[in-house]
């Protein structure tokens, strides 16, 4: 049986007015664009928080071979603070292709992120080409 409050209602006692309470659900949240999604997978490879084979079936052609040349000079992973994203942007030069280009802080440093995905046959998302302040993996210097 419902315990009735004053006046034979079913609000609570201590509640003068009649309108009822707000909904306070939260509204699912739409999954994030691939383009976000990459960005931070490929944050956590570089700096160092994942291992670059936990990237590996997210990359094709040379990208893989390219994020392991990143990887192994360590520029988002110096002095144990963790880069943060500050931008994402990104292009399409063709549906199920896109360069996306995003602005990463490590520290008192801003970097350059750059990478292309593309969308294969089996409807995966695949990084092919990955860049890092503006050079080009394997560039002398």
């Given at each position: 049986?419902?315990?009735r409050g004053p ?8 509640r003068?007015?009649s309108?009822?309470p ?12 691939p383009?976000?999604?990459f960005?931070?997978?490929l ?9 670059p ?17 990143l990887v192994?000079r360590?520029p988002l ?34 970097h350059a992120?750059?990478?292309?995905l593309?969308?294969?046959h089996?409807d995966?998302w ?10 080009p ?5």
């Amino acid at each position: 049986m419902t315990r009735r409050g004053p006046r034979g209602t079913t609000r609570p006692p201590s509640r003068r007015d009649s309108r009822r309470p707000a909904d306070r659900r939260v509204p699912p949240q739409a999954p994030p664009h691939p383009t976000e999604l990459f960005t931070q997978r490929l944050l956590l490879v570089l700096s160092g928080h994942r291992p670059p084979h936990w990237f590996a079936r997210h990359a094709a052609d040379q990208a893989y071979d390219d994020l392991l040349w990143l990887v192994a000079r360590r520029p988002l992973g110096t002095g144990g603070l963790r880069p943060t994203i500050h931008r994402i942007g990104h292009f399409e030069p063709s549906t199920g292709t896109y360069e996306v280009f995003a602005r990463i802080t490590s520290g008192p440093r801003l970097h350059a992120l750059a990478f292309r995905l593309h969308l294969s046959h089996d409807d995966r998302w695949r990084v092919t080409a990955v860049e890092l302040d503006g050079r080009p993996p394997r560039e002398s210097g």
